[in-house]
């Protein structure tokens, strides 16, 4: 946001300020307690009445294009402007291929803007990973091949243009990205219709569309929405059998932070995430998830009586900031409406995951992310405008800010221990092992064993990750993954070579 708007918010009129003789006073002595109105405020979630029965994506192979585009879909009961990957949808097909597939990818540009895809959770050649400098233009076209070689699990694709990543993601271009193989096959894990991909995203809808202006305050605390969205419907209900269901969950939202529970308080078993497969089921309450990370979980309504109402919701949490996990709302309806008989048996063990030895570690870097919570735009007494930074510094795509030996192994630490908001953690190109959370929470979660892309760091937390960087060479970014903050330059970039 522009210095003129800032003042044009606070009510202020520039020769007011000037007149004063100190916009520098001014503006440093909102920059702790944020007197000016800039506290940042939860977007409070209005539920519908779950009467919208849950849609899936069409599923595709290896070998498609997608056409991002203006279109149209039906939102809340409305016919309204959105973007999509195809005509009259919101998101983009769900992409299931297997382990050694071949993907042949079209992009074609029908927008007036720039746009790419980002294969969020897949280790592709750097070329192909939709770095911020690989944009096609409107009109133009770009063709993605590469090979899949890596285990099991859901990724997605989204655009990453930089400075416009937020808009086209919540207004539609999306997709899940689901790999299988051999090893997550041979546990037969429900699947067909009893393997249910749900892609939740918050939007804040308007008769003419979906909206996407962020204010000083949203782009400090992130963009979110009032109405809830799965699979790109509104308030949504499905019918289930009285047996274990397989949930793909992916925080597909810009910015909000998800504390997953059931309404009826019975356990939600974990068995992957990011990467994949974890070692063992973990069986939990709640589970938070951030933006851009992925959960793999069972559900069992096995013993639950027909006629049942079951809601997936988001419970309230502690320490998320001013903005996040002040409100426990309903996402999802599940109606148990028929009995089913199953021989599943849930694994006591589901995969062999190596420890990576901290003895190999090569190089220690730690990224300083405390100091996001400033205000856009604003200059401060040293004259430099603070925005969302790693390590103070703002992107730059043609600066490479850190250089990564191939074949080594490196621990990244990431400090919010100072900080004010959530930061969701984001490396290109690479899978990481959380090793440790120390302050705030102070413990891992269930979820945050096994393979990792994307780390959520609370305020006052510092997390450290362990990173097996491979032969993958090329320039990859990494950052918040608060879309509203990478766009704001929360964004770095490492030269593996």
């Given at each position: 946001?522009k210095r003129r708007s800032f003042i044009k918010m606070s009510g202020l009129s520039a020769s007011g300020i000037l007149a004063?003789?100190?916009?520098?006073?001014?503006?440093?002595?909102?920059?702790?307690?944020?007197?000016?109105?800039?506290?940042?405020?939860?977007?409070?979630?209005?539920?519908?009445?779950?009467?919208?029965?849950?849609?899936?994506?069409?599923?595709?192979?290896?070998?498609?294009?997608?056409?991002?585009?203006?279109?149209?879909?039906?939102?809340?009961?409305?016919?309204?402007?959105?973007?999509?990957?195809?005509?009259?949808?919101?998101?983009?097909?769900?992409?299931?291929?297997?382990?050694?597939?071949?993907?042949?990818?079209?992009?074609?540009?029908?927008?007036?803007?720039?746009?790419?895809?980002?294969?969020?959770?897949?280790?592709?050649?750097?070329?192909?990973?939709?770095?911020?400098?690989?944009?096609?233009?409107?009109?133009?076209?770009?063709?993605?091949?590469?090979?899949?070689?890596?285990?099991?699990?859901?990724?997605?694709?989204?655009?990453?243009?930089?400075?416009?990543?937020?808009?086209?993601?919540?207004?539609?271009?999306?997709?899940?990205?689901?790999?299988?193989?051999?090893?997550?096959?041979?546990?037969?894990?429900?699947?067909?219709?009893?393997?249910?991909?749900?892609?939740?995203?918050?939007?804040?809808?308007?008769?003419?569309?979906?909206?996407?202006?962020?204010?000083?305050?949203?782009?400090?605390?992130?963009?979110?929405?009032?109405?809830?969205?799965?699979?790109?419907?509104?308030?949504?209900?499905?019918?289930?059998?009285?047996?274990?269901?397989?949930?793909?969950?992916?925080?597909?939202?810009?910015?909000?932070?998800?504390?997953?529970?059931?309404?009826?308080?019975?356990?939600?078993?974990?068995?992957?995430?990011?990467?994949?497969?974890?070692?063992?089921?973990?069986?939990?309450?709640?589970?938070?998830?951030?933006?851009?990370?992925?959960?793999?979980?069972?559900?069992?309504?096995?013993?639950?009586?027909?006629?049942?109402?079951?809601?997936?919701?988001?419970?309230?949490?502690?320490?998320?900031?001013?903005?996040?996990?002040?409100?426990?709302?309903?996402?999802?309806?599940?109606?148990?409406?028929?009995?089913?008989?199953?021989?599943?048996?849930?694994?006591?063990?589901?995969?062999?995951?190596?420890?990576?030895?901290?003895?190999?570690?090569?190089?220690?870097?730690?990224?300083?992310?405390?100091?996001?919570?400033?205000?856009?735009?604003?200059?401060?007494?040293?004259?430099?405008?603070?925005?969302?930074?790693?390590?103070?510094?703002?992107?730059?795509?043609?600066?490479?800010?850190?250089?990564?030996?191939?074949?080594?192994?490196?621990?990244?630490?990431?400090?919010?221990?100072?900080?004010?908001?959530?930061?969701?953690?984001?490396?290109?190109?690479?899978?990481?092992?959380?090793?440790?959370?120390?302050?705030?929470?102070?413990?891992?979660?269930?979820?945050?064993?096994?393979?990792?892309?994307?780390?959520?760091?609370?305020?006052?937390?510092?997390?450290?990750?362990?990173?097996?960087?491979?032969?993958?060479?090329?320039?990859?970014?990494?950052?918040?993954?608060?879309?509203?903050?990478?766009?704001?330059?929360?964004?770095?970039?490492?030269?593996?070579?």
């Amino acid at each position: 946001m522009k210095r003129r708007s800032f003042i044009k918010m606070s009510g202020l009129s520039a020769s007011g300020i000037l007149a004063s003789g100190s916009i520098t006073a001014l503006f440093s002595s909102c920059q702790k307690d944020y007197r000016l109105g800039l506290v940042t405020k939860p977007v409070i979630v209005v539920e519908g009445d779950f009467s919208n029965l849950l849609t899936f994506p069409n599923q595709s192979g290896a070998n498609f294009t997608l056409t991002a585009q203006t279109t149209s879909a039906n939102l809340k009961g409305n016919s309204v402007s959105v973007l999509g990957y195809q005509s009259n949808k919101l998101l983009g097909p769900t992409i299931r291929i297997n382990k050694g597939d071949a993907v042949n990818i079209l992009l074609q540009n029908n927008l007036s803007e720039p746009t790419n895809i980002h294969f969020h959770g897949l280790k592709v050649p750097a070329i192909m990973d939709g770095h911020p400098d690989q944009i096609v233009n409107g009109g133009s076209s770009f063709r993605y091949q590469f090979i899949v070689n890596q285990r099991a699990g859901l990724s997605w694709y989204h655009p990453h243009p930089h400075g416009n990543t937020g808009k086209e993601v919540v207004q539609g271009l999306a997709g899940a990205f689901i790999i299988n193989d051999s090893e997550e096959a041979a546990l037969n894990l429900p699947s067909d219709q009893y393997e249910l991909p749900l892609i939740i995203q918050d939007k804040l809808i308007s008769s003419s569309g979906i909206q996407y202006n962020p204010s000083i305050k949203e782009i400090m605390a992130g963009y979110m929405g009032e109405s809830v969205f799965v699979n790109g419907v509104f308030s949504p209900f499905t019918e289930v059998s009285a047996r274990i269901y397989r949930l793909r969950i992916l925080n597909g939202s810009n910015a909000r932070v998800y504390n997953l529970a059931l309404s009826n308080n019975d356990d939600i078993t974990i068995i992957g995430n990011d990467g994949g497969l974890l070692k063992m089921p973990a069986s939990v309450k709640e589970i938070l998830i951030g933006p851009g990370e992925r959960l793999d979980v069972l559900i069992n309504f096995s013993n639950t009586v027909i006629g049942t109402e079951i809601y997936l919701m988001s419970k309230e949490f502690l320490n998320g900031g001013n903005a996040q996990g002040k409100q426990n709302f309903k996402i999802m309806k599940f109606k148990v409406s028929m009995q089913s008989f199953s021989t599943f048996t849930l694994p006591v063990s589901l995969s062999d995951i190596p420890t990576i030895s901290i003895s190999s570690v090569v190089k220690s870097r730690t990224f300083e992310i405390s100091n996001a919570m400033e205000h856009h735009g604003v200059p401060m007494n040293n004259g430099m405008q603070m925005r969302h930074r790693i390590n103070g510094k703002l992107y730059l795509n043609t600066r490479i800010d850190e250089t990564v030996a191939k074949n080594t192994n490196e621990i990244w630490v990431f400090d919010n221990s100072k900080g004010d908001e959530p930061h969701p953690m984001h490396l290109h190109g690479v899978f990481f092992q959380i090793l440790e959370r120390t302050k705030g929470r102070g413990n891992l979660l269930a979820s945050e064993s096994g393979w990792k892309d994307t780390v959520l760091v609370l305020p006052g937390e510092v997390v450290k990750v362990i990173i097996p960087f491979e032969n993958n060479t090329g320039k990859f970014v990494f950052h918040c993954h608060n879309l509203e903050h990478e766009d704001d330059g929360m964004m770095l970039q490492y030269q593996l070579s």
